[in-house]
């Protein structure tokens, strides 16, 4: 079954055009928004967003599992990706999901038996659970969506821990990925967990002496690996990170870090403290990042994100767009309610909050737009139809087409 047959529910014949035709004229650092000028409304789009090899990767193995296995109870750990349309279309599809979002268990170990399938989800899964399956007698390997990028940060921690190092995660600790991460780096390296610039500053503190040194054990409680001795393992120190973290803040992170050590043990030194690791973002959303960064050279009325509320990559081009413009953060075209409304979520207070009069009455108005690494492009154009929708006099998809031939 190729993944060509399984997607192109999910695909948008305009959205491929345009990805297409971009790209084919762009170099590839090019990040320049995509302009869609429909008449009585104009869009810019960013030139990178949607589905990446991991998220396509990991819903080809879902639903060619389903389709090979239809008489077998199958199980997805957690969601798949972070994107309720997904995730509910494989519910309908008597998938059962053993664990929600945020890590509370839903279906018992107990009931489930050598005889089901479970599914390892794209955001991969800690080597506990993984015992847990391999002891229930079921295969790991087959049907495992793990990204290779996420792999790429687990082998990238191995190796830090090889050489002695104490592991930094960037990352939400909650978030599936961090846990698979930080269970795998915690087995042969002392490991803990930043959220963000904030805390690596109390870190830099601690290492200097600025601080109480127990504080370490207060502030990250929970966050750090068993028998974390913080008299000598913040001596040296190797940053990695959830591969949908910010890639600004993660650079930010490593350079606090290092900073701090050279202040501490001398620039001469500097190597013997602290592991000059790469980035592990992952290309998808680096890319993203980088085009959702170029959106910002643009004047524009509001914003609109499409994605998943609990997709980290989506939330932060939220946090990036709302610097400047009015961001609403919407997971499906259904919430824009009318010319009038919008049903948009807000990421701080974490709810939905309904906005009146979003749309400007009295000019043609611009709209900034992207999409999270998570959203199917049919989504995107849903969003796209919905807000014409409300423009009668607006040109067509094909004639819009036609500006890039």
Same mark, same amino acid.
């Given at each position: 079954?190729? %993944?060509?047959?399984?997607l192109?529910?999910?695909?948008?014949?305009f959205?491929s055009k345009?990805?297409?035709? +971009?790209?084919?004229?762009?170099?590839?650092?090019?990040f320049?928004?995509?302009?869609?000028d429909?008449?009585?409304?104009?869009?810019y789009l960013?030139?990178y967003?949607g &589905?990446?090899y991991?998220?396509?990767?990991?819903?080809?193995?879902?639903? /060619?599992?389903?389709?090979?296995?239809? +008489?077998? /109870?199958?199980?997805?750990?957690?969601?798949?990706? #972070?994107?309720?349309?997904?995730?509910?279309?494989?519910?309908?599809?008597?998938?059962? &999901?053993?664990?929600?979002s945020?890590g509370?268990q839903k279906?018992?170990?107990d009931s489930?038996?050598?005889?089901? %399938?479970?599914?390892?989800?794209a955001?991969?899964?800690?080597t506990e659970i993984e015992?847990?399956?391999?002891?229930?007698?079921i295969? %790991?390997?087959?049907?495992n969506?793990?990204?290779?990028?996420?792999?790429?940060?687990?082998?990238?921690?191995? +190796?830090?821990?090889e050489n002695n190092?104490?592991?930094?995660?960037?990352?939400?600790?909650? #978030?599936?990925?961090t846990?698979?991460?930080?269970s795998?780096s915690?087995?042969?390296?002392?490991?803990?967990?930043?959220?963000?610039?904030? !805390?690596? /500053?109390?870190v830099?503190?601690?290492?200097?002496?600025?601080?109480d040194?127990?504080?370490?054990?207060?502030?990250f409680e929970?966050?750090?690996?068993?028998g974390?001795?913080?008299?000598?393992?913040l001596?040296?120190?190797?940053?990695?990170?959830?591969?949908?973290m910010?890639?600004?803040?993660?650079? *930010?992170i *490593?350079?606090?870090?290092k900073?701090?050590?050279?202040?501490?043990?001398?620039?001469? @030194?500097?190597?013997?403290?602290?592991?000059?690791?790469?980035d592990t973002l992952?290309? *998808?959303?680096?890319?993203?990042?980088q085009a959702?960064?170029a959106l910002l050279? !643009?004047k524009?009325?509001? *914003?609109?994100?499409v994605?998943?509320?609990?997709?980290?990559?989506?939330? #932060?081009?939220?946090?990036?767009?709302?610097?400047?413009?009015?961001?609403?953060?919407?997971?499906?075209?259904?919430?824009?309610?009318s010319?009038?409304?919008?049903?948009?979520f807000d990421?701080?207070?974490k709810? !939905?909050?309904?906005?009146? @009069?979003?749309?400007?009455?009295?000019k043609?108005?611009?709209?900034?737009?992207?999409?999270g690494a998570s959203?199917p492009?049919?989504?995107?154009?849903?969003v796209?139809?919905?807000?014409?929708?409300?423009?009668?006099?607006?040109?067509? &998809?094909?004639e819009v087409?036609?500006?890039?031939?």
């Amino acid at each position: 079954m190729k %993944i060509s047959n399984i997607l192109s529910s999910y695909r948008s014949g305009f959205i491929s055009k345009i990805k297409q035709i +971009s790209s084919s004229n762009a170099t590839k650092k090019n990040f320049k928004a995509i302009n869609l000028d429909f008449g009585s409304v104009r869009f810019y789009l960013a030139r990178y967003f949607g &589905f990446c090899y991991g998220v396509e990767n990991a819903i080809e193995i879902a639903y /060619r599992t389903i389709a090979e296995n239809p +008489s077998r /109870r199958i199980f997805l750990l957690s969601e798949m990706i #972070h994107n309720p349309l997904v995730n509910q279309e494989l519910s309908n599809k008597n998938v059962q &999901f053993i664990f929600d979002s945020s890590g509370n268990q839903k279906i018992s170990w107990d009931s489930i038996t050598s005889d089901d %399938i479970i599914i390892i989800p794209a955001f991969g899964t800690s080597t506990e659970i993984e015992k847990k399956i391999i002891e229930k007698g079921i295969d %790991i390997q087959k049907y495992n969506t793990t990204c290779p990028f996420v792999q790429k940060v687990w082998k990238r921690a191995f +190796s830090l821990g090889e050489n002695n190092f104490t592991v930094m995660i960037h990352g939400k600790h909650l #978030h599936e990925e961090t846990k698979a991460t930080f269970s795998r780096s915690e087995q042969n390296a002392p490991s803990f967990v930043v959220r963000d610039i904030e !805390e690596v /500053r109390i870190v830099s503190k601690i290492i200097l002496s600025e601080i109480d040194k127990q504080e370490f054990y207060r502030i990250f409680e929970g966050k750090h690996s068993i028998g974390f001795d913080v008299n000598k393992d913040l001596e040296r120190i190797g940053v990695v990170n959830q591969t949908t973290m910010l890639s600004s803040e993660t650079q *930010a992170i *490593a350079e606090e870090l290092k900073n701090t050590m050279i202040k501490k043990y001398g620039l001469e @030194n500097l190597h013997d403290h602290f592991a000059d690791t790469r980035d592990t973002l992952c290309y *998808a959303t680096n890319n993203n990042q980088q085009a959702t960064e170029a959106l910002l050279n !643009e004047k524009a009325d509001f *914003a609109i994100v499409v994605g998943g509320y609990n997709s980290s990559n989506t939330t #932060h081009l939220v946090e990036m767009l709302e610097k400047k413009f009015i961001t609403y953060f919407i997971d499906s075209a259904e919430k824009i309610l009318s010319t009038n409304q919008i049903k948009n979520f807000d990421i701080h207070l974490k709810n !939905e909050k309904i906005t009146d @009069n979003f749309i400007p009455s009295d000019k043609k108005p611009t709209i900034i737009l992207t999409s999270g690494a998570s959203c199917p492009d049919s989504e995107v154009e849903n969003v796209i139809s919905k807000l014409l929708s409300f423009f009668p006099q607006s040109r067509s &998809f094909n004639e819009v087409l036609s500006d890039f031939r």
